[in-house]
């Protein structure tokens, strides 16, 4: 089981369409954690050859400062995850999206392959990230084997417009039909010590919903949200920063437990409030993302 990576704040993850190098190339200027350059649902059928052409060459030519840059795979059933992987592996991306992961079997074959890319790159082993979608009835089901599958994976993405369409939900604004999947994906990821990723936001015209809902999402557990538009990403990241009264609460909190520690006291109250262990780490937490944010 990998431990949970806090050393960077992925907060907002925007998918990029991998045949427009116009719009790759633009993102080194947004305000965005992690850039996902799409291979599959972001690309028609007919230009899945060359999108894979241009994501490498949006990775070899492009800077892209302290930005994560993944790269989203077509689903292994397909025969094509090889084939991406070697054209793409050259540009020296973080990582790799497996959409639609519904055995854990399917990331092995992947792991296996993204081993292989790393000798003939000579690349560090086990240095190429892996993210898996959680986008259908099967894959909720198989959460917590393919969460455990491989110390490579470092992150759950969940797909909701997928897994509507898997079940045959409806899709509402309240987002109530994909509810227990949505909170199965932060469960199984935290039991893994995973980071979690939360659904699009469809209307990239609604800033308010957008804002509601990725402070919705952080208090279910996720730990950042998949972004369709760059006008999202702010949000998104305000959404997933700890406010600065959080922060001082946090520091306040620790400060205090620590004095009670050192005279010698357990449990103490704290802002009218008896502090407990759950507390502390929740505070911890806050003043680890604030110094990774």
């Known amino acids: 089981m990998a431990a949970e990576n806090t050393s960077f704040a992925r907060r907002s993850l925007l998918f990029m369409p991998g045949d427009s190098l116009r719009k790759i190339e633009k993102a080194a200027n947004w305000e965005v954690d992690t850039l996902i350059m799409d291979l599959e649902d972001g690309v028609a059928q007919n230009r899945k050859l060359e999108a894979r052409a241009t994501v490498a060459e949006a990775l070899d030519k492009f800077q892209y400062g302290r930005r994560e840059r993944l790269v989203r795979l077509n689903h292994i059933s397909t025969g094509m995850v090889a084939d991406e992987i070697a054209a793409t592996v050259g540009g020296r991306p973080d990582g790799y999206i497996m959409p639609k992961a519904e055995i854990a079997q399917d990331l092995h074959t992947v792991d296996v392959m993204l081993s292989v890319a790393e000798r003939d790159q000579g690349l560090p082993p086990q240095s190429l990230r892996l993210f898996v979608m959680i986008e259908t009835a099967r894959g909720v089901m198989n959460l917590r084997e393919i969460a455990g599958a491989t110390p490579r994976l470092e992150g759950l993405i969940f797909g909701a417009e997928d897994l509507a369409g898997d079940v045959g939900s409806i899709r509402t604004k309240a987002a109530w039909e994909v509810f ?42 996720f730990t950042g949200k998949t972004c369709i538009h760059p006008n999202q990403t702010p949000i998104v990241n305000r959404a997933f920063s700890p406010s600065p009264e959080e922060v001082e609460r946090a520091r306040r909190l620790v400060a205090a437990f620590d004095e009670q520690q050192a005279a010698g006291a357990g449990a103490f109250t704290f802002d009218g409030k008896m502090v407990d262990m759950p507390m502390l780490v929740a505070a911890r937490k806050v003043l680890a993302r604030a110094g990774t944010a």
């Open 180 to 221: 227990y999947a949505r909170s199965a994906v932060v469960t199984a990821a935290a039991a893994f010590r995973l980071q979690s990723f939360d659904m699009i936001y469809a209307d990239f015209n609604d800033p308010a919903g957008l804002e509601e809902e990725s402070r919705f999402a952080r208090q279910l557990g």
